[in-house]
């Protein structure tokens, strides 16, 4: 009964941290607004540059053999009528619930200059060519060993990376996800924005290439 009632303690101490912990990403949306889920974890919507943007956390519990996961995402939505699908995924072990990656239909061989290791799935032939368009600001968004997804459609682009990990003891014992020193740095999130608008203009050159 203690045991349960510690539990019950600390999971509703873990809600209430979790609310703050995107709050040093305060003003770097235009127009923010703020959601946050049963679970706690925030999602702050406004703009960037002129276009909605999320920037979400994703409690992942379904990693098997290693400890939950949290993970930043944040999505610049873009329109961009007739842009083939494309997404990169690091790491996979099949449980990545929040990924569209495995259900793009077409694999793409990762560029030269880009880990080996990758998934890259696309909508069809010309994902191949956006890949290879791409492929120098994704090489540089992947020598950082967080990023674990990159998502490229015509609604926008996404970034996924990692945030934080859970602390062993409560989830070996209670399987409670608790995540140490998650709140998300401000400059990550600025630094994923401007990851995220330099795909913006190498989509735009893409564009003009395939009109010209």
């Not at 400890?67 to 449980?95: D, E, F, K, M």
């Not at 998502?151 to 682009?157: A, D, F, N, P, S």
């Not at 209670?174 to 330099?198: E, G, K, S």
């Amino acid at each position: 009964i203690v045991i349960s009632i510690l539990a019950i303690r600390d999971h509703r101490k873990a809600i209430n941290a979790r609310r703050t912990l995107l709050d040093s990403c305060r003003g770097l949306l235009e127009e923010e607004t703020w959601n946050f889920g049963e679970d706690g974890f925030p999602t702050l919507a406004g703009k960037h540059r002129n276009c909605a943007t999320t920037i979400k956390l994703i409690s992942d519990t379904m990693v098997i053999r290693r400890l939950p996961q949290l993970w930043l995402s944040i999505t610049v939505r873009q329109g961009r009528r007739g842009c083939p699908a494309l997404s990169i995924l690091t790491r996979y072990s099949g449980n990545e619930f929040y990924a569209p990656t495995m259900d793009l239909p077409q694999w793409i061989e990762a560029p030269e200059g880009l880990p080996k290791e990758i998934i890259v799935r696309g909508s069809g032939p010309r994902s191949q060519q956006l890949c290879l368009h791409l492929a120098p600001q994704l090489a540089e968004i992947l020598t950082d060993t967080r990023v674990k997804e990159i998502t490229i459609g015509q609604r926008g682009v996404r970034i996924v990376r990692q945030a934080s990990e859970g602390r062993r003891g409560e989830y070996l014992l209670l399987r409670q996800a608790v995540f140490d020193d998650a709140v998300v740095p401000r400059q990550d999130a600025q630094q994923t924005l401007l990851q995220i608008d330099a795909i913006h203009r190498a989509l735009a050159m893409f564009d003009q290439d395939l009109v010209a």
